[in-house]
């Protein structure tokens, strides 16, 4: 059992810059792949970015392709995701993720999730 804890979200205005952390609670942390998700008032949870557990292999939504960075540090149990360039679109609850395999976090059904941070981008 792995459990996460992201922090990091918060108020910023457009165009600013916000790095999430999620902190997992155990050494095996290292062995799942993980990721992020985003949930939107009034919309469904939907898939953000995902990292393999070596790091070697990254995936990203076409919305945040360029401007959204994920990344790890085994050593730590910790993810991130530095988001640039945020746009009122991106304010959603942040939650990360993690599974066996990374094909686990681009299709949602992962077994792992964090309870989930605010972020408000205002315009």
């Known amino acids: 059992q792995v459990q996460l804890a992201e922090s990091g979200g918060g108020l910023v205005q457009a165009g600013g810059s916000l790095r999430l952390s999620c902190a997992a609670s155990e050494g095996t942390f290292s062995l799942y792949a993980t990721g992020w998700f985003r949930q939107a008032p009034g919309k469904e949870r939907s898939f953000v970015a995902a990292i393999t557990w070596t790091g070697g292999m990254t995936r990203y939504a076409d919305s945040v392709k360029g401007r959204f960075t994920i990344s790890r540090d085994n050593a730590k149990n910790t993810m991130y995701l530095q988001m640039n360039s945020l746009k009122p679109e991106d304010t959603a609850v942040y939650y990360c993720?993690?599974?066996?395999?990374?094909?686990?976090?681009?299709?949602?059904?992962?077994?792992?999730w964090g309870q989930g941070t605010q972020v408000t981008v205002s315009s």
């Open positions: 993720g993690a599974g066996g395999r990374i094909l686990d976090l681009l299709t949602g059904t992962n077994d792992y």
